[in-house]
């Protein structure tokens, strides 16, 4: 179990500096939110863009990166922007930076220099607090890469984004002064579509049929050879996995991620990018193109044992971001976004301690373990609300509407208090209770 508010290498001192909290993807925050007893107030703007993230750098510091979602017409690009986090609104805004015309969420983290970097389709920019860019790197890959961490001597490592049939993913370690590649990029065996997490010692990549991990340190950079597990087969009823949750001994994951907007939009070369019309499958609530149940995965990470939970049971499920593994409550928080459905599973049984039919989760939660509360939003279908829920009950704490249209499969973040940050589609939100 790691202390939260201890400071990360590699990332400046700040509780939330990089997507998810950390490289382990626990999503966990120190504290409480004030759910159970506090009031909530909505702080909601619309800034018709695709949003990203938060993520903090000194403290009350927020900066918000993300996309634009020009899936036709004028070319699509990055940004970030630095915001006050009481109105949302932004205070420095970056130029407009490259992406080699690829459409999908990038990333964002507040680094140990103090600079800012972004991943974003096929470039990685370095900016400073005032989001100036003082360095631009075009990827070995033309494609749209996911994801960006910062590993503990201060590099950083990307990959690109790879479906069913496109080759071996790029994985690519970066200098953070220079902006340079640090040797030969990695090409996995396979394709990967999830986000890499890593540890102290590995980067974990989620491929089209196993999972890999890389060895770092003391001038290791290549697949670990002893560790690759297969979770899924290419003539079986399910989707590939998304993101890694590392916690504990273990590495919890979901896959049925490929949904049709996924393989729409990496149909596309550049990513995401239609021409004239963009297709109607670009919605996350069409059906799933497989026949199998949302699915539950926990490796053992010494080992590389699998095992599999089905805590809904309804065919064809499917999501676009990971499960949250909360060991302080000895839960697995997990969803199917195209049939709904939440669920807490037990982490050493798989058995569901607790099932949430009603709720329509899709974004990547955030989780107060001392609190036992979690936030994840529930698409009521004019509308994308955030509930509280217990996380070793299920019981719902707090309904608030955020006063956005859409849901996706973003990142919530902890604010500068009682407080939770909100990112989607055309509309970002601040719900703080009092």
Known sequence: MLDRSAPQPGYWPSKWPVECGGNRRQKAVAGELGARDGHPIVTTRQNGKWNVMFVERDPGEFFLAGTMAAFTGPGPHGWVERIDVETLEPEAVSPELDCGDHVWCGAVLAHQSGALFNVNGSY????????????ELRLPADEAHNGLLALPDGTLVTKDLRLEGQGGTTVTRIDPESLEILGEPLVLPEGSMGRIAADDTHVYVPGIEHLFRIAFGDGQWAVDPSWSPRYRHLDGPTGLAWDFNLSGDHAWLMDCGDIPPVRAIFGQHPNGR????????????????WSGPQ???RVDRA?????????????????????VHVPEHGVTVCWDSINGGLAGIDDETLAVQWLRPEIRATM????????GELVINDFVGDGDDLVVVDVATGELLCRVATGSRLANGMFL??????????????????????
């Open 274 to 289: 239609f021409g004239d019309r963009a297709p109607e499958t670009l919605s996350w609530q069409s059906p799933a193109p």
């Open 124 to 135: 990685v920019h370095r900016l400073d607090r005032d989001c100036n860019v003082t360095g």
């Open 413 to 434: 973040s902890p604010g500068s208090g009682n407080d939770v940050l909100y990112a989607s589609t055309l509309a970002v939100a601040r719900v703080s209770f009092v």
């Open 295 to 297: 699915r539950v995965l």
């Open 303 to 323: 080992t590389g044992k699998l095992e599999a939970a089905e805590p809904f049971g309804t065919p064809g499920g499917g999501i676009f971001s990971p499960p």
């Open 364 to 371: 990547q939660p955030a989780v107060w373990p001392d609190s």
